[in-house]
């Protein structure tokens, strides 16, 4: 055998004893009444009456219901409820056998980035927000929450990060890649510059008002749909680079969540090109746009890139920069990536490290 390429059925010993941190693990609700103790009567009745109110029709519905079904694993279904809801299968399933000490949630329910009655938006996420706490970091401290924010209510948006600003449990603001607008754009800045006043990063997990439709058309397979949703993170990457967001908020970390990273190599050597043909255009950009790149982004790796030969992947996240990357297990989505076999190269002990715990670390806060 080559010794260059790892056995598919041998752990490739990417993790250490000292435990590993991961930035997507994905809570849910036990049932489709899972929030209503952490909602008023008001907004309980009116859910039962009138539903979410989202910005698609059928938003609630998913597009290829039957690929595993609703794109988890199916060794992941806990007796009752659907997967990520039941605290213990996940220990059983992730959190032991992989020795996580840290773990970032990632809730991926209810409205995304908001709908269109924005007080309903606002009292769902402060609610989701709650549910976090009482039913996973609670009873397991490996486990952080996201601040949930509606970024079309800027002021609402401020006063959730502000709310939650002292209470360590939460290590980053969540917004989804689908946002109404760029998130360069003026409107969004005050809940950026409050994020980072308070040290949180933004996680910007794929998903949010991306609806089903690409920039060209519709898609005829689930294999363009799964891969379109990544485009968004690239339109949001040139948004906050070209709008200045990082010469005006120096100290903001923005985190791409699931949405892979190998792009990112491209986009920054392309916006460069660009940058020094016409920067006149951005003329109050400070820096080539890969300086913010390396400086103020950063990316979960899955779903990792599994190049022919596996040793490239030290190559490509060379480039990327490894204090740029961060561990992700997206668990417990069918595409899952399993930190004992997923990077098949070999990475050197002090890149292990960095990826797997440090950067996290760094990132999140953690002591």
């Given at each position: 055998?080559?010794?260059?390429?790892?056995?598919?059925?041998?752990?490739?010993r990417?993790?250490?004893?000292?435990?590993?941190?991961?930035s997507?693990?994905?809570?849910?609700f036990?049932?489709r009444?899972?929030?209503?103790?952490?909602?008023?009567?008001?907004?309980?009745?009116?859910?039962?009456?009138?539903?979410?109110?989202?910005?698609?029709a059928?938003?609630?519905?998913?597009?290829?219901?039957?690929?595993?079904?609703?794109?988890?694993?199916?060794?992941?279904?806990?007796?009752?409820?659907?997967?990520?809801?039941?605290?213990?299968?996940?220990?059983?399933?992730?959190?032991?056998?992989?020795?996580?000490?840290?773990?970032?949630?990632?809730?991926?329910?209810?409205?995304?980035?908001?709908?269109?009655?924005?007080?309903?938006?606002?009292?769902m996420?402060?609610?989701?927000?709650d549910?976090q706490?009482?039913?996973?970091?609670e009873p397991e401290?490996?486990?952080r929450?996201?601040?949930?924010?509606?970024?079309?209510?800027?002021?609402?948006?401020?006063?959730?990060?502000?709310?939650?600003?002292?209470?360590?449990?939460?290590?980053?603001?969540?917004?989804?890649?689908?946002?109404?607008?760029?998130?360069?754009?003026?409107?969004y800045?005050?809940?950026?510059?409050?994020?980072?006043?308070?040290?949180?990063?933004?996680?910007?997990h794929?998903?949010?008002?991306?609806?089903?439709?690409?920039?060209?058309?519709?898609?005829?397979y689930?294999?363009?749909?799964?891969?379109?949703?990544?485009?968004?993170?690239?339109?949001?990457?040139?948004?906050l680079?070209?709008?200045g967001?990082?010469?005006?908020?120096?100290?903001?970390?923005?985190?791409?969540?699931?949405?892979?990273c190998?792009?990112?190599?491209?986009?920054?050597?392309?916006?460069?090109?660009?940058?020094?043909?016409?920067?006149?255009?951005?003329?109050?950009?400070?820096?080539?746009?890969?300086?913010?790149?390396?400086?103020?982004?950063?990316?979960?790796?899955?779903?990792?890139?599994?190049?022919?030969?596996?040793?490239?992947?030290?190559?490509?996240?060379?480039?990327?920069?490894w204090?740029?990357?961060?561990?992700?297990?997206?668990?417990?989505?069918?595409?899952?990536?399993?930190?004992?076999?997923?990077?098949?190269?070999?990475?050197?002990?002090?890149?292990?490290?960095?990826?797997?715990?440090?950067?996290?670390?760094?990132?999140?806060?953690?002591?």
């Open positions: 055998m080559n010794d260059t390429i790892a056995s598919p059925r041998q752990p490739v990417s993790t250490s004893s000292a435990g590993i941190a991961d997507d693990i994905h809570p849910e036990k049932d009444y899972g929030l209503h103790p952490y909602l008023s009567k008001r907004w309980r009745d009116h859910l039962v009456q009138y539903g979410e109110l989202g910005f698609e059928l938003a609630g519905g998913y597009l290829y219901d039957g690929y595993t079904p609703l794109a988890l694993r199916r060794d992941a279904w806990p007796d009752e409820g659907l997967p990520g809801s039941d605290l213990a299968l996940m220990r059983k399933q992730h959190l032991d056998p992989n020795n996580v000490v840290f773990g970032v949630l990632e809730p991926m329910v209810a409205l995304g980035n908001g709908g269109r009655n924005l007080d309903l938006s606002n009292a996420s402060t609610a989701i927000n549910w706490i009482a039913e996973f970091v401290d490996r486990l929450a996201s601040v949930m924010v509606v970024p079309d209510d800027a002021v609402s948006a401020v006063a959730e990060i502000e709310k939650r600003a002292l209470d360590a449990r939460f290590v980053q603001v969540q917004i989804f890649t689908g946002t109404t607008e760029p998130l360069g754009h003026r409107r800045r005050p809940i950026l510059e409050a994020a980072a006043h308070h040290g949180f990063p933004i996680g910007m794929v998903g949010g008002r991306l609806g089903t439709r690409t920039a060209s058309g519709w898609p005829s689930y294999s363009e749909f799964h891969l379109y949703n990544t485009f968004a993170a690239q339109s949001q990457i040139m948004s680079i070209l709008e967001v990082f010469d005006q908020v120096p100290s903001l970390k923005v985190i791409i969540i699931e949405s892979g190998s792009w990112s190599i491209g986009l920054g050597e392309r916006l460069d090109m660009l940058w020094q043909r016409m920067g006149s255009e951005v003329a109050s950009l400070k820096h080539p746009p890969s300086h913010y790149l390396r400086q103020n982004i950063y990316f979960s790796t899955q779903p990792v890139e599994e190049p022919d030969n596996p040793e490239e992947l030290n190559y490509l996240f060379e480039q990327i920069g204090g740029n990357l961060m561990y992700a297990s997206d668990y417990p989505h069918w595409d899952f990536d399993d930190p004992r076999y997923a990077f098949k190269a070999r990475i050197s002990e002090e890149h292990k490290a960095m990826l797997f715990r440090e950067n996290a670390k760094k990132v999140y806060r953690i002591p």
